[in-house]
C-alpha cells in the first residue's frame, strides 16, 4: 500500500460525517449485540456439561473485568497509532473468542474463551473507541449527537441480538449460534476503515496544543477532581448493566418466567436504550452534563428497586425493560462529552477507557 493510500482515505472520512457516524454506528451495533446476548447461553452450555451457574458467571464477570481493563490499554494504543489498527486486531480476538466458546468444553477453556479473549477483544473494538473516534472527526455541531446515535446503535444491536440468539438456539443450538455470532464479528474489518485516525497528531486540537505524553495527559486527568469523580459514577453504571445482562435471563426463569419475555425484557431495554440514548446526546449539548448524570443514576436506582419490589410478573418484566432502558446506557453522552470537555480529543479515547474500566 501506498503512502498517499491512508492520507486518501483520511480526506474522505473527514469529508463524510454521515459515513463517518454509519460505520461507527454498525461497529458498535455489531460488537454489543452478540455480549448483551451472553445471559442466554448460561442455561444450554450449564446443561450440556453440567457444570453449575458460578461457572460461567464467573466467565462473564472476567470478561467485563478484562473488558474494562483493556479499555484505557486500547484507547492508548488507538490515540498515539490510529484507530482503524486497533479496532481490527480487537474484532478478531472477539471474533476468535466466541469461536472458541462453541467448542469450551471444559470450565477452563470456557473461561479462556468467553473471559479472556471476548473481555480483551471488546476492549478493542466496542463502542468505547467508536465514540473517541468520533470525538476526534466529526465537527463540533455533530459531536453530542454523534456520541448519543453511537450509544444507541449499541443498544440496538441489544434489542435485535437476544431475540436472534434465542431463536437460534432453539432451531440449530447453541454451538452454531456462537459460530454465526462469531462470522458476524468479523463485518467490523471493512466497516472499520471509514474510522482512520493518524494518532496522537491526527486531529486539530493536537495540532494547536503543546506536545503532552500520554503520562502527562494521565497525570493531569487524575489530579482533576471531576474525571475522578466520574469514574467513579461509572463504576456504579457497569455494575448495575453487568450484573442485570448476565443474571436477567436465570432469574427470570427461577421465577417461573419463560425465556420469550426474559427476551422480550433485554430487547426491550436494548430498543428503550436507543431512545434514551439519543436523547441524552440532543440535551447534553444543552443542559448540564453532571446534573443530567445525577437524574439519570437516581431515575435508574429508583427503577431497580421497584422491580425487585413488585411481585415478578410478565408484564412487570417487560415495564421494567422499558424503564431501564430510557436509563440504561444515557449516561455516556453526558460523560463522554465531559471527557472531551475537559481534556479534549487528543487522548479522549485513554481517557474515557479508564472511566469506561471503572
Not at 91 to 117: D, E, K, R
Request: glycine share 12%; hydrophobic share 55%.
Amino acid at each position: 500500500m501506498t503512502q498517499s493510500s491512508p492520507s486518501a482515505m483520511r480526506s474522505v472520512a473527514a469529508a463524510s460525517p454521515v459515513l463517518i457516524l454509519v460505520a461507527g454506528c454498525l461497529i458498535a451495533m455489531l460488537t454489543f449485540g452478540p455480549r448483551a446476548s451472553s445471559g442466554f447461553f448460561l442455561l444450554p452450555m450449564s446443561n450440556t456439561y453440567g457444570w453449575g451457574r458460578d461457572v460461567f458467571g464467573l466467565a462473564l464477570a472476567l470478561q467485563n473485568l478484562l473488558w474494562g481493563l483493556g479499555s484505557p490499554f486500547a484507547g492508548a494504543i488507538a490515540d498515539r497509532f490510529g484507530t482503524v489498527r486497533v479496532l481490527c486486531v480487537g474484532a478478531l480476538i472477539y471474533a476468535s473468542g466466541i469461536a472458541l466458546m462453541s467448542y469450551a468444553s471444559t470450565p477452563g477453556l470456557l473461561h479462556l474463551s468467553a473471559g479472556v479473549l471476548v473481555g480483551f477483544g471488546l476492549s478493542a473494538c466496542s463502542f468505547n473507541l467508536v465514540l473517541a473516534a468520533f470525538g476526534k472527526l466529526l465537527p463540533d455541531r455533530w459531536k453530542s449527537i454523534g456520541f448519543g446515535a453511537g450509544t444507541a446503535a449499541g443498544s440496538f444491536g441489544q434489542f435485535l441480538f437476544p431475540p436472534l440468539a434465542t431463536g437460534l438456539i432453539a432451531r440449530v443450538g447453541w454451538q452454531e449460534t456462537l459460530l454465526v455470532f462469531a462470522v458476524v464479528l468479523l463485518l467490523v474489518l471493512p466497516l472499520s476503515l471509514a474510522l482512520a485516525t493518524r494518532g496522537d497528531a491526527g486531529t486539530r486540537q493536537a495540532a494547536s496544543l503543546p506536545n503532552q505524553s500520554i503520562a502527562g495527559a494521565l497525570r493531569e486527568a487524575f489530579a482533576h477532581p471531576s474525571y475522578v469523580l466520574l469514574i467513579l459514577g461509572f463504576f456504579t453504571c457497569g455494575f448495575q448493566l453487568a450484573f442485570v445482562t448476565v443474571h436477567m435471563p436465570a432469574y427470570l426463569a427461577d421465577k417461573g418466567i419463560t425465556a420469550d419475555i426474559g427476551a422480550a425484557t433485554l430487547a426491550l431495554i436494548g430498543l428503550f436504550n436507543m431512545i434514551g440514548s439519543l436523547t441524552a446526546g440532543a440535551l447534553a449539548s444543552r443542559f448540564s452534563r453532571k446534573w443530567m448524570l445525577a437524574v439519570i443514576y437516581a431515575g435508574r436506582g429508583v427503577a431497580i428497586a421497584a422491580f425487585i419490589l413488585m411481585p415478578i410478573t410478565p408484564l412487570s418484566c417487560l415495564i421494567f425493560g422499558a424503564a431501564l432502558g430510557l436509563l440504561w446506557l444515557s449516561t455516556v453522552p453526558p460523560t463522554s462529552g465531559l471527557v472531551l470537555l475537559m481534556f479534549g480529543a487528543r487522548y479522549m479515547a485513554m481517557l474515557y477507557g479508564f472511566a469506561f474500566f471503572s
